[in-house]
């Protein structure tokens, strides 16, 4: 009898990552993976769904427009719950930081089901940055049985809080992965102003910004300074998928509209966001998974943010962190604009976050859990 092993995952990041798990155990003679999506993210989830083939056997669909946290996680645990009931998994897998991470793992304990972490063991430090993300991640530890981390660092902040050296597992990244698959040096994008760009004779500039610790001021310093750098440079162009938060859209058209060289385009499925990625010159970003991506395709990488909960990157010398003050986000992206050593020094560190390989080493660790 195969052994049942339920996803659990609700948000495109999260799909992403959990993809190359899915289809490796799915191919797997032992195992039978079950996915429930909470669809924390509705289209954006299925997107990746559709490109990875993954069709989920349970679907809670608890995305209502702007539902707080709190409503997130009353509709997740409950209907969890009986899903956790009906399938009675022998492990339940969930994925990094989400509300859904968190909630998954809380029922999974309280119907007594073991819990594997995938990408465990990233910490910045501070429980409110990024948030809740970085407090999700505290929690999830502290349920899960095993903990797959990408990286030896995320084992070390793993032993420190008191988790068992033989319950941690370093794997690498799932989301590299997942990358290595659907990058092609052929890639046409739908969206027609990105095939007409010239990526060999412009310094392409890829941003994204949404984190709602940056709403505000700070990202109107971001955006000033990225407005600022392409007027400075003329063989510059800047590309950036509008988050469709209000917030950031109201703010990204008034800063940067009516700019020759500044597209503001719709928020990228995964497959053409990778490949913009590959092609690209410099990414801007406030993301966390970006930092992981980036470096595999040898795109340096300036983090808009204050901490990272990926050091690893900024150690490998792959990342800098320019924060959210306009003058160093100048200095740094100018640096990289002008100083051809110091941006081959960046685009040839190694990569931190593994050979993609990672979701055959956890399917090899699941097969020794009995």
């Not at 056997?57 to 899903?83: F, H």
């Not at 995320?154 to 989301?175: A, M, P, S, Y």
Request: proline residues 5%.
């Amino acid at each position: 009898m195969k052994r049942k092993i339920l996803f659990i995952f609700g948000t495109r990041p999260e799909a992403i990552k959990m993809a190359p798990v899915v289809k490796a155990l799915q191919r797997d003679d032992e195992m039978e993976p079950v996915v429930c999506v909470t669809a924390q993210h509705r289209e954006m989830l299925d997107q990746v769904l559709n490109l990875f083939q993954i069709v989920p056997e349970y679907d809670l669909n608890i995305m209502k427009p702007g539902q707080t946290l709190s409503q997130i996680t009353a509709k997740a645990i409950m209907g969890l719950e009986e899903v956790i009931k009906e399938v009675q998994p022998e492990w339940v897998l969930v994925h990094g930081d989400t509300t859904t991470t968190f909630v998954g793992a809380l029922a999974a304990f309280y119907q007594q089901v073991k819990v594997g972490h995938v990408e465990a063991g990233l910490r910045s430090g501070n429980i409110y940055s990024p948030y809740p993300e970085e407090m999700n991640r505290i929690l999830t530890s502290r349920i899960a049985h095993i903990h797959f981390a990408p990286t030896e660092g995320n084992r070390r902040n793993l032993l420190q809080e008191g988790i068992d050296q033989n319950k941690i597992f370093i794997t690498g990244n799932t989301v590299i992965d997942a990358l290595l698959q659907v990058v092609r040096a052929d890639y046409r994008f739908e969206e027609g102003i990105l095939n007409h760009i010239d990526y060999t004779n412009k310094k392409v500039i890829l941003l994204t910004a949404h984190r709602r610790e940056n709403w505000g001021r700070p990202m109107e310093n971001i955006f000033e300074a990225v407005r600022e750098i392409v007027c400075s440079y003329p063989d510059t162009e800047l590309i950036f998928p509008v988050h469709l938060n209000p917030k950031v859209q109201d703010l990204a058209h008034r800063i940067l509209g009516e700019h020759e060289r500044i597209h503001l385009i719709q928020p990228l499925d995964y497959e053409p966001f990778a490949n913009l990625m590959a092609k690209a010159y410099l990414i801007l970003t406030d993301s966390g998974g970006i930092q992981e991506e980036a470096p595999a395709l040898g795109k340096p990488v300036l983090v808009l943010r204050t901490e990272t909960e990926r050091p690893e990157a900024v150690q490998a010398g792959t990342v800098k962190m320019a924060g959210i003050e306009k003058e160093r986000i100048i200095a740094l992206t100018k640096e990289l604009l002008q100083d051809h050593a110091k941006y081959k020094e960046m685009a040839n560190a190694v990569n931190p976050y593994g050979d993609g390989k990672a979701a055959q080493r956890i399917l090899h660790i699941m097969r020794q859990m009995k």
